[in-house]
């Protein structure tokens, strides 16, 4: 029999520690969708998305009614579309684009996932029309996300596509002007994508996936900072356990929905997505949490182990909760989108280089980091070729989502709203790396891939 | 299929009895209850069975929310198996 205090202590997670799953994604196949002519091709990626997903947004709500816990988001993620729009002969895929953000206007679903190209090796033509077509696609569109892996550890880093898209996010930066630079909030660039990533904005349904599945990212850092007041003082081995604990039965109610939902809409369960996601309401910051281990201010010495601890025991507490684990499923630090990270830079605690150094020991990389409007393009770049070697060299996921707010200087902020949050504008270094980016090529796959 | 009432708020006249009723009208089976008042704040926990009822869940939870609402406490109505998976190994 449940205790009343189980009963009360899973209340007190939902209503007053912003206990929620963060997000159910639908993960769609498009590899059937591909015809030689363009018009042909979108109508059935339009059809197909439209087929799958068309409850999607009635059970989510359903079961956030019958078990009282909150579903933030629902979403779909496509198979990336430079490999389905390329069997057609159209120049640019803007339109493809403009078909996926059409059939999530009409689902009611927030974001649709997939506007993306996995170039890590080197270029098709479809890839090149698809990186080509960004920054108009995300200009014209409300809930479309891109994404370009451009390294993995297999197979190094494509420093040709790095130049690009330090130009591609500059683009798309100068046509949503007028917002902030905002399409690069809706723009990831990865290393060691994963293909089953709930989360926006990097979700995409990769090629070794099934026809149609489900994934359910978690969330809960409000959940883990209340856990770690209860224990303050004491040893890093109490810490840990803390957090595992939480993280279990955190991730156990993701489980439940996954496995909930799959039943309910006919289609199998991928993974949890284990990830501390936070957002910027109040009690609901990752930065906080390490602020409660010890730490004056997220940032200062001391941060990259409080991070490292907790997207550990993050891990542990959720792999015995859940049948499959994936995604990204590690601590999120994405600065606009926390309250305690926005804090920590207006104060001065957390520059670009920590974070940098964060990014060795959580899974997302540097997130929705505001750079000033005049950054050059070559810049950008090198500062992904930076996260792209954290990432290959250490054999995990790095991405970079970078805004390059235009007219804005370091010290400014810029308000996204919703989710995307607030974004200081942080200083970068100021020297340059332009003969360094112009080189082009590939940087080799580092020596740790021949693990055979 | 079981399910759990939680109850919490001021404590007054009436809260068993306005809920109960309800429950009894949707022909939804109490199996067990957990109650205490501390200071003023009134706690409860039933464990129901919903099987032998025709009512659709949203409705019953419809229902106790808005007796809830009308007498000024939490009121909520969720499937057992959130806790029993969260709870449970």
């Given at each position: 029999m ?9 209340y007190?997670?939902i209503h007053?520690?912003?206990?929620d799953i ?13 015809h030689p002519?363009?018009d042909?091709?979108r109508?059935?990626i339009?059809d197909?998305v439209?087929r799958?997903a068309q ?10 009614k019958?078990?009282?816990i909150?579903i933030i ?8 579309i ?8 159209d120049?640019?895929?803007i339109?493809?684009?403009?078909t ?6 009409e ?5 649709i ?6 170039v ?16 108009q696609?995300?200009?014209t569109?409300?809930k479309?996300?891109a994404?370009v ?8 880093i ?5 130049r ?8 798309a930066?100068?046509l ?9 909030a809706k723009?990831v660039?990865f290393?060691n994508?994963?293909?089953?990533n ?5 979700a995409?349904?990769g090629?070794?996936?099934?026809d ?6 978690i969330?809960g850092p ?9 224990v ?5 081995s109490?810490?840990a356990d803390v957090?595992k604990?939480t993280?279990?039965k955190?991730?156990?109610?993701g489980q439940?929905?996954a ?5 309910r809409l006919?289609?199998?369960f ?5 990830s501390?996601a936070p957002?910027p309401a109040?009690g609901?910051?990752v930065?906080?949490?390490?602020e409660?281990?010890?730490?004056e ?5 001391g941060t990259?182990a409080?991070l490292a601890l907790l997207?550990?025991?993050?891990k542990?507490?959720g792999?015995?909760?859940s049948s499959h684990?994936g ?13 305690g990270m926005?804090?920590a830079v207006?104060?001065?605690?957390l520059?670009?280089?920590k974070?940098?150094?964060?990014t060795?020991?959580?899974?997302v990389?540097l997130?929705?980091i505001v ?6 393009a070559d810049?950008i ?11 290959a060299?250490?054999n995990?996921?790095?991405a970079?989502?970078?805004i390059p707010?235009p ?9 996204f ?9 942080m200083s ?5 790396s332009?003969?360094?980016?112009k080189?082009?090529?590939r940087?080799p ?8 | 299929?079981?399910?759990v009432?939680t109850?919490?708020g001021k ?5 068993i009895a306005?809920?109960s ?6 022909n939804?089976?109490?199996?067990d ?6 200071q003023?704040?009134?706690?409860m926990?039933m464990?129901t069975e919903?099987?032998?009822s ?7 939870s419809?229902k106790l929310e808005a007796?809830?609402?009308?007498m ?5 109505i969720?499937h ?10």
């Amino acid at each position: 029999m449940l205790t009343k205090y189980e009963i009360l202590e899973t209340y007190k997670m939902i209503h007053e520690e912003n206990l929620d799953i963060r997000t159910i994604t639908m993960g769609i196949s498009l590899r059937d969708c591909c015809h030689p002519d363009g018009d042909a091709c979108r109508q059935r990626i339009y059809d197909k998305v439209m087929r799958c997903a068309q409850d999607l947004v009635k059970v989510g709500r359903d079961i956030e009614k019958e078990y009282g816990i909150p579903i933030i988001n629902k979403r779909v993620s496509v198979t990336p579309i430079a490999l389905v729009a390329e069997s057609c002969a159209d120049e640019d895929y803007i339109k493809f684009a403009q078909t996926l953000d059409k059939a999530a206007g009409e689902l009611g679903i927030d974001f649709i996932g997939g506007f993306s190209a996995l170039v890590h090796k080197g270029y098709t033509p479809g890839d090149r029309k698809l990186i080509s077509s960004i920054p108009q696609a995300l200009a014209t569109t409300k809930k479309v996300c891109a994404s370009v892996n451009v390294a993995t550890t297999k197979a190094g880093i494509n420093m040709d596509a790095v130049r690009q898209m330090g130009v591609v996010i500059k683009d798309a930066a100068g046509l949503t002007a007028d917002v902030g630079g905002l399409a690069c909030a809706k723009l990831v660039v990865f290393a060691n994508a994963p293909e089953d990533n709930p989360f926006m904005a990097g979700a995409f349904h990769g090629t070794g996936e099934p026809d149609c599945e489900i994934n359910v990212g978690i969330s809960g850092p409000g959940v883990v900072k209340c856990a770690l007041e209860k224990v303050k003082g004491t040893d890093f081995s109490t810490v840990a356990d803390v957090i595992k604990k939480t993280a279990f039965k955190i991730t156990r109610m993701g489980q439940l929905v996954a496995k909930e939902a799959s039943k309910r809409l006919n289609v199998p369960f991928g993974i949890v997505d284990l990830s501390l996601a936070p957002t910027p309401a109040v009690g609901d910051s990752v930065a906080y949490i390490l602020e409660e281990m010890g730490l004056e201010k997220c940032g200062t010495h001391g941060t990259i182990a409080a991070l490292a601890l907790l997207n550990d025991a993050v891990k542990k507490g959720g792999i015995m909760a859940s049948s499959h684990v994936g995604g990204l499923s590690g601590a999120f630090i994405p600065v606009s989108e926390d309250a305690g990270m926005i804090a920590a830079v207006q104060q001065g605690a957390l520059s670009i280089e920590k974070l940098e150094a964060m990014t060795c020991v959580c899974s997302v990389g540097l997130d929705m980091i505001v750079v000033p409007g005049d950054t050059t393009a070559d810049t950008i770049s090198a500062i992904i070729a930076d996260e792209m070697a954290i990432g290959a060299v250490n054999n995990k996921t790095t991405a970079v989502r970078i805004i390059p707010a235009p007219g804005k200087v370091a010290g400014d902020v810029v308000e996204f709203g919703g989710l995307l949050g607030t974004g200081p504008v942080m200083s970068l270094n100021k020297y340059g790396s332009s003969e360094f980016i112009k080189r082009g090529g590939r940087i080799p796959a580092p020596i740790i891939s021949l693990r055979n | 299929m079981k399910a759990v009432v939680t109850v919490l708020g001021k404590d007054r006249v009436g809260i068993i009895a306005g809920i109960s009723k309800i429950l009894a009208d949707s022909n939804v089976n109490i199996l067990d209850i957990s109650q205490t008042t501390m200071q003023d704040v009134f706690t409860m926990t039933m464990l129901t069975e919903m099987a032998d009822s025709d009512i659709v869940f949203s409705e019953l939870s419809d229902k106790l929310e808005a007796e809830g609402t009308r007498m000024g406490l939490y009121v909520k109505i969720q499937h057992e198996d959130i806790f029993n998976s969260m709870h449970r190994i």
